[in-house]
C-alpha cells in the first residue's frame, strides 16, 4: 500500500486533472472550514495518519466532501492525503464497496506503517439515511439539488466528524492490535 499511496496524487494534482468540475473542486476548498475542536481531536492522534480517497471528478459526493478533507488535513500535520482516481484502482475500490457498490467517495484510514485500519465513504450517516429513505421518493435531479443543499448547510462537518471517528478507532484497532 505504501508504493500505490506514494504514487497517487496531492489535492491540487488531482485537481488539475479535473475536467468536469475543475471550479467546483476548487470552490469547495476555498469556502471550507476547519472547526477547531475536529483539529484537537485529530492532533491527539498518535503518530502520522495517511487518508487515501477514491475519487472520480465527476462524482458529486466526492466534489461536496474530498475538498473539504483537503483543507482539515492542512491544519493537522500528522495527517496527509492523496487521492486515487476509482476507475484505475478497481481492486482497491471492490475491497471498500458500499452496499455492494463502487460508491465513491471512499476515504482509507493508513497508520503510519500504511496498514489499513479503516474506511468511510461515501456520504456522511445522516444524508445516506435521507437518500436511503425518503430521497428516494424524488426525482433524481430533485434528490441531487437537495443533497447538495444538505451538504451546504451542512459545511463539512458531518464529513470530517465522521472521518476523525474513523482515525479514532483506527488508533483503537492498531492499539489492540500491537498490544
Request: proline share 4%.
Amino acid at each position: 500500500m505504501t508504493k500505490r499511496y506514494r504514487a497517487a496524487h496531492t489535492f491540487d494534482a488531482y485537481v488539475a486533472t479535473a475536467q468536469k468540475n475543475a471550479d467546483f473542486w476548487r470552490g469547495v476548498y476555498r469556502t471550507a472550514t476547519a472547526p477547531e475542536d475536529l483539529i484537537q481531536r485529530a492532533h491527539a492522534l498518535a503518530g502520522a495518519w495517511h487518508l487515501l480517497v477514491l475519487s472520480e471528478d465527476w462524482c458529486g459526493d466526492a466534489v461536496n466532501t474530498v475538498p473539504i478533507i483537503a483543507h482539515f488535513t492542512e491544519h493537522v500535520p500528522r495527517l496527509e492525503l492523496r487521492i486515487l482516481p476509482r476507475d484505475q484502482n478497481l481492486d482497491l475500490m471492490d475491497a471498500h464497496l458500499s452496499s455492494g457498490t463502487r460508491s465513491i467517495p471512499a476515504v482509507l484510514a493508513l497508520d503510519a506503517d500504511f496498514v489499513e485500519r479503516g474506511w468511510w465513504g461515501p456520504r456522511p450517516v445522516k444524508l445516506q439515511r435521507w437518500l436511503r429513505s425518503d430521497g428516494l421518493l424524488l426525482p433524481k435531479e430533485e434528490r441531487y439539488a437537495r443533497a447538495r443543499a444538505w451538504y451546504a448547510r451542512d459545511r463539512g462537518r458531518s464529513v470530517l466528524t465522521e472521518v476523525v471517528d474513523m482515525l479514532e478507532r483506527g488508533e483503537r484497532r492498531k492499539l489492540t492490535h500491537d498490544s
